[in-house]
């Protein structure tokens, strides 16, 4: 909606009208029935002991497994030779006999990971298109609720009560590419927050959103590592305050969060950041706690840590919350390192403490007018012919979309990306788009979104 042309040609005013009717719906939506009482039961849970967790892990499993097993064909076909034991006491035990899977499985099996029980309508997402190639993943609504629980926990535990000030810096497109003066950013009245553009941030931009920021007074920012990072940088570079008073905490996701960033998030803004980690899978969580330790949420889903190199085990997952297509066993493709056994957190909840987790790092894309681009896989999100792409910056003003095509790419998928990369970018840099057989990998296989070197 945020890049339609009505959007973009309407005035300021107008435009903060269609963001509060669109998050309306979406509170309708992600608020409904499943939500306050999840809500109210992951409230309780965060302090069940080990033990309890491990009982509510064994029976979520198996009904997930069960219900799998009988009305998703994809697990129907693959468990039948398997004969599972339900009544089995020892569950999680029996998980390690069934397969994992991956996420070329998932694409390659389509529909048939959907469950032939309907329950109510499907909503659809996307995995971002630059870690590889783009899934189409289905949700129920009671999957949707669930896990805007558990976001909101992740909100509470940073310090923020419903109906209070929030700012968000997450690659909303509501503010056109071509704007060039401030206001970089537009009040969402339905949620009470003040919505930040990841598109506009420069040295010259900078003083404008860290003096909205304190204007707004939120409790709590949510941001992308790279945006408020980038503010953050800024801040310590020029010696600037940031005169908010009721700021909490700052809720990060979506990216990796390295140590040297959040330790000067925290200095610039005078409060501890809280970094989530999540998937479109849905099927593995880490929040932050009060005390700044990383926990794997394991009443969220039931993880294994599959041993990788350096350390570092792979998350592979299996979601709790939607039996319309179910995962199980899913292998992630991200890392952790856990923190040695036994080790307990002084806030005193049982869920697994995590040292480090090891995600998406992609560069930030460099424009000759000075703004600094970060997270710029929205481009490739939901469009049909790409199967996997990066983007590279060799010079100040060009960029390149290196596209792996599909079979359905053609003359619209071109025109959809340049229009993508355009609405974000804007006119000032050049686009090209190059179709090639592969695309660079980092050291440890992960494809890194987006390369810069300039
Ligand atoms: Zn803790």
């Known amino acids: 909606m945020f890049s339609s042309f009505a959007y973009r040609h309407s005035p300021i005013g107008a435009q903060e009208l269609l963001i509060a009717a669109k998050s309306s719906l979406r509170g309708l939506m992600r608020e409904g029935r499943a939500f306050e009482e ?45 004969g599972l034991d339900f009544e089995e006491p020892e569950f999680p035990a029996p998980i390690e006999n069934l397969p994992l899977i991956t996420k070329a499985d998932v694409r390659e099996g389509g529909k048939s990971f959907l469950s032939e029980r309907k329950r109510g309508p499907l909503f659809a997402g996307s995995t971002s298109g630059t870690t590889g190639t783009p899934l189409t993943l289905y949700q129920d609504l009671s999957a949707i609720n669930r896990e805007n629980a558990f976001i909101w926990r992740q909100l509470a535990w940073a310090g923020l009560r419903r109906g209070e000030r929030r700012a968000w810096m997450r690659g909303d497109m509501i503010v056109p590419a071509t704007q060039e003066k401030p206001p970089y950013w537009r009040l969402n009245r339905a949620e009470n927050m003040l919505m930040f553009s990841s598109y506009h941030l420069s040295d010259a931009a900078a003083p404008a959103y860290v003096a909205a920021l304190a204007r707004f007074d939120p409790v709590v920012i949510q941001a992308y590592p790279s945006s408020i990072g980038f503010l953050a940088g800024w801040m310590s570079d020029a010696g600037a305050r940031y005169r908010g008073r009721s700021l909490r905490g700052i809720v990060t996701s979506s990216e990796t969060l390295p140590d040297t960033r959040r330790r000067e998030i925290e200095r610039a803004f005078g409060c501890r950041v809280f970094d989530w980690y999540g998937q479109a899978e849905r099927v593995a969580a880490i929040g932050t706690c009060e005390h700044g330790r990383y926990h794997l949420l394991s009443d969220y889903s039931f993880v294994e840590l599959l041993p990788a190199d350096n350390g570092l085990f792979e998350l592979v997952g299996t979601g709790f919350h939607n039996r319309s297509m179910p995962l199980i066993r899913y292998r992630c493709g991200d890392f952790v390192r856990p923190a040695p056994e036994g080790q307990r957190c002084a806030c005193g909840r ?86 090639v057989d592969a695309v660079l990998r980092t050291g440890n296989g992960k494809l890194k979104g987006v390369i810069c070197n300039v």
Not at 40 to 52: F, K, P, V, Y
Not at 373 to 399: M, N, P, S, T, Y
Not at 421 to 430: F, S
């Open 350 to 435: 049982s869920f697994p403490l995590i040292e480090q987790v090891s995600g998406r790092v992609d560069d930030p894309v460099k424009l000759p007018g000075g703004r600094s681009v970060g997270r710029l896989d929205h481009i490739f999100k939901g469009v049909e012919g790409v199967l996997e792409a990066q983007i590279r910056q060799d010079r100040l003003d060009a960029v390149t979309l290196l596209v792996v095509p599909s079979t359905a790419f053609d003359e619209r998928t071109r025109e959809t990306l340049l229009n993508n990369a355009r609405h974000r970018l804007g006119d000032e840099i050049g686009l090209e788009i190059r179709l």
């Open 38 to 82: 999840v809500a109210a039961r992951i409230e309780d849970s965060q302090w069940w002991s080990a033990q309890e967790l491990r009982e509510f892990q064994s029976r979520q499993l198996r009904r997930i497994i069960e219900s799998a097993a009988r009305n998703v064909p994809y697990y129907r076909e693959r468990y039948r030779a398997l």
